[in-house]
């Protein structure tokens, strides 16, 4: 098992580029999450999903999209990208009530 | 709302001093806890977890936590720390009604040799 995916590693963008950080586990976990993780700020939660179909905003929403076509996948939108999104944006899965899996992470600067 | 607190944001030791990092959680109903830890450019992994019975938990690496309901605290504990520990640690919980996290802002811990 691969567990959970992510990719770019790395990425640089632009005030006002749009991109998406793609996200994928091989679990079969119907949860799945995204955090940025900021210094001095711990991972606070953007969106998270409960099932193929089903998403819900956390703590941090504005200026980011997600979608959950597939149990696999959970990829995030940036609309338009601004400095205030440079991060480290983490993706995670878990099964039920339990422990969630991690990412290794995606480094995003914006200019 | 839940939230979680982490007092020592940066702690120093020694190689094999004792460790205790504090998390302290608001939460009315039962939760979950978590201790994750974060090496140096690395994602973040699991150390341990409280979902029922004894309060006492123990993870890898030597790693303890102890979970005190009255004082909403879940404390973790290692009694002689080595240099490989260097890293950041979390402290998270996960209540019924969401199945995310909710973490602490962390705690760097920087061992010396």
């Known amino acids: 098992n691969a567990g959970v995916t992510q990719t770019p590693k790395f990425q640089v963008l632009k005030t006002g580029q749009s991109m998406t950080l793609q996200c994928a586990q091989d679990m079969n976990h119907e949860y799945m999450s995204w955090y940025r993780q900021d210094p001095g700020m711990g991972l606070r939660l953007i969106h998270y999903s409960v099932g193929a179909g089903i998403t819900d905003q956390g703590e941090v929403p504005n200026g980011y999209n997600v979608s959950r076509s597939t149990t696999e996948d959970f990829p995030l939108r940036l609309l338009s990208a601004a400095p205030s999104q440079t991060s480290v944006y983490f993706c995670?899965?878990?099964?039920?009530?339990?422990?969630?899996?991690f990412g290794p992470g995606t480094r995003l600067t914006v200019l | 709302a839940q939230s979680v607190s982490q007092h020592n944001h940066h702690v120093i030791l020694s190689e094999a001093a004792s460790l205790e990092l504090g998390c302290n959680y608001s939460y009315g109903g039962t939760v979950n806890l978590f201790w994750y830890v974060q090496y140096p450019g690395q994602h973040l992994q699991l150390l341990l977890k409280?979902?029922?019975?004894?309060?006492l938990v123990k993870g890898i690496k030597g790693f303890e936590a102890e979970f005190i309901k009255s004082k909403f605290s879940f404390n973790l504990r290692k009694p002689s720390v080595q240099w490989s520990d260097t890293a950041e640690y979390f402290c998270a919980v996960m209540s019924p009604g969401r199945r995310a996290l909710t973490f602490g802002s962390g705690t760097r811990l920087q061992v010396q040799p």
């Open positions: 995670a899965s878990n099964s039920g009530y339990n422990e969630q899996f």
């Open positions: 409280y979902f029922s019975g004894d309060p």
